[in-house]
């Protein structure tokens, strides 16, 4: 089992940065791929980003070269480091693991964190 606590998430006028941070806890070491994915109001869920235990990432190309995303071994936490943040990058973002072995109550989930980007 894995907990995902996400963070950092708040009010930023456009231009400006945040950070999201995602602690996770309980058996980190089976899973192969991070993620963070965001919601809009009467959206569906999408992927901001993306990175595999090899090092591999993949990103939105609406976030590309403004957000990076990365991993702290050590403290078990994933990060999501936004810069020249847009209006329409206002939405909860949610924090994501995917086990090497899929569960059938399906993959990893944490609460969300809102982010509003205001013009």
């Known amino acids: 089992q894995v907990q995902l606590v996400e963070s950092g998430g708040g009010l930023v006028q456009a231009g400006g940065s945040l950070r999201l941070s995602c602690k996770v806890s309980?058996?980190?070491?089976?899973?192969?791929?991070w993620g963070w994915f965001l919601q809009a109001p009467g959206n569906e869920r999408e992927l901001v980003a993306t990175?595999?235990?090899?090092?591999?990432?993949v990103y939105a190309d609406s976030v590309k070269g403004r957000f990076s995303i990365s991993r702290d071994n050590a403290l078990d936490t994933v990060y999501l480091q936004m810069n020249n943040l847009k209006p329409e990058d206002t939405a909860v973002y949610y924090c994501?693991?995917?086990?090497?072995?899929?569960?059938?109550?399906?993959?990893?989930w944490g609460q969300g964190t809102q982010v509003t980007v205001s013009s």
């Open positions: 994501y693991a995917r086990p090497w072995i899929r569960r059938p109550s399906g993959d990893y």
């Open positions: 309980g058996n980190s070491r089976g899973i192969r791929t």
């Open positions: 990175v595999e235990k090899s090092g591999e990432v």
